[in-house]
C-alpha cells in the first residue's frame, strides 16, 4: 500500500475510451482500460504476469488480449486461457484486474483489498439532474492528490490566489460550518446555509453548489504519489441551446482554466509530500474543512 486509502476512485471519462483501449497510470499503477465483447470496461494491470511485457503492446484476438512477447493469450477475467509453448492453458498465470464500474460518466476503479460499496449520491443526484448538459476540461499537476484536494477545501486563498477573478469580491464567512462523515465533508460558507456550499466525496470527488442550477464536480484522479489529473465539469441549465452551448462551454472551460493555473503554481510550491504527513503545520480556525479532510484520509487509510 501507498498513500491512497482503498476505495472506489473516478479514473477516467468513459468519453475518453475513444478506441479499444486506453492506456493510462493510476495510482502509480499502469493499467490498461479495454471493451469487451460485451461492451463492458475492464481495467487491468498493463502487465504480463509470464515474464512483465506490457500488455498494451500486444493485440486482441477472440475477447482475449495477446502478449506480444510469448503469445500468452489473456480473456476478459485476466486468465491465461492458452499458452502457445505449451498449447494449453496455465490457471496459476492471471493478470490482475480491478473491480470497475461506469457511473455518471466515469469509470470507477476500486483500490485496495476489501472492495466496499460505491458511495457517490450526492454526484449522482447532480448527474441525474443535469444528464447530459455539462463540459470538462482536465489538466495535470505535479501535486500529491491530498494537496489538490485542500486546495478545494480552502475558501481563504480566495482574495489572495484568485484576487483578480473569483476571488474579487470575496468576503471571508466568519462563521463556516464544516460537517464529517465517513463519506466525506461538507462545507457551509455562510449563516442558514445559504450561498454556495462545498462537499467532498471520498476519496477523489468534490461538489461546488454555485446556485440550483448551476454546479461544479471536479475529479482528482491520482495519477502517481508526485502526479494528480484534474478532471472539472460543470453542469447548468442555462444558456444550453444548440447556439449558446458551444460558445458558452468554451468560455466556462477558458475560466476554469486561468483559475487553475492560479492554483496550480501554489499548489505545486506545497511539495510533493502528502498532506496528511506535514505534522508541522499550523491550520487555522478557518482551516477547519482541511483538518478534517486530514481526519479523514488517515480514518480510512
Ligand atoms: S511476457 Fe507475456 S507471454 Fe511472456
Ligand atoms: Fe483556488
Redesign the pocket.
Known amino acids: 500500500m501507498n498513500s491512497f486509502p482503498q476505495g472506489w476512485y473516478a479514473i477516467l471519462p468513459l468519453k475518453e475510451i475513444r478506441s479499444r483501449l486506453v492506456v493510462i497510470k493510476r495510482l502509480g499503477i499502469d493499467l490498461i482500460v479495454w471493451r469487451d465483447n460485451k461492451n463492458q470496461i475492464i481495467v487491468m494491470e498493463d502487465l504480463?504476469p509470464?515474464?512483465?511485457?506490457k500488455l498494451s503492446v500486444g493485440t486482441f484476438k477472440d475477447n482475449k488480449i495477446i502478449?506480444k512477447?510469448?503469445?500468452?493469450e489473456y480473456d476478459a477475467s485476466g486468465q491465461c486461457v492458452h499458452a502457445p509453448e505449451f498449447n494449453k492453458p496455465i490457471p496459476k498465470l492471471c493478470v490482475k484486474k480491478f473491480a470497475t464500474k461506469v457511473e455518471i460518466g466515469m469509470v470507477w476503479m476500486f483500490y485496495g483489498l476489501i472492495e466496499n460499496d460505491l458511495a457517490i449520491e450526492p454526484l449522482q443526484q447532480i448527474y441525474d439532474t443535469f444528464a447530459g448538459t455539462y463540459c470538462y476540461i482536465s489538466k495535470i499537476w505535479k501535486s500529491h492528490i491530498t494537496r489538490c484536494i485542500e486546495n478545494q477545501l480552502d475558501y481563504t486563498h480566495l482574495p489572495s490566489v484568485h484576487h483578480n477573478t473569483i476571488g474579487k469580491k470575496f468576503t471571508m464567512p466568519q462563521n463556516a460550518k464544516f460537517i464529517k462523515s465517513f463519506d466525506g465533508i461538507k462545507s457551509f460558507h455562510r449563516d442558514n446555509n445559504d450561498g454556495p456550499s462545498t462537499e467532498y466525496v471520498f476519496p477523489n470527488s468534490w461538489i461546488l453548489n454555485i446556485s440550483a442550477n448551476f454546479k461544479m464536480i471536479v475529479f482528482f484522479v491520482p495519477i502517481s504519489e508526485v502526479e494528480t489529473k484534474f478532471y472539472i465539469f460543470n453542469f447548468r441549465q442555462f444558456l444550453n441551446n444548440f447556439m449558446t452551448k458551444k460558445i458558452f462551454d468554451f468560455i466556462l472551460n477558458i475560466t476554469n482554466k486561468i483559475i487553475l493555473r492560479q492554483d496550480q503554481m501554489v499548489v505545486e510550491s506545497q511539495g510533493l509530500t502528502p498532506s496528511n504527513l506535514s505534522n508541522n503545520e499550523l491550520l487555522m480556525k478557518h482551516d477547519g474543512a482541511i483538518k478534517l479532510f486530514r481526519e479523514l484520509w488517515n480514518e480510512r487509510m
Open positions: 504480463c509470464h515474464r512483465s511485457a502478449c512477447f510469448h503469445a500468452f
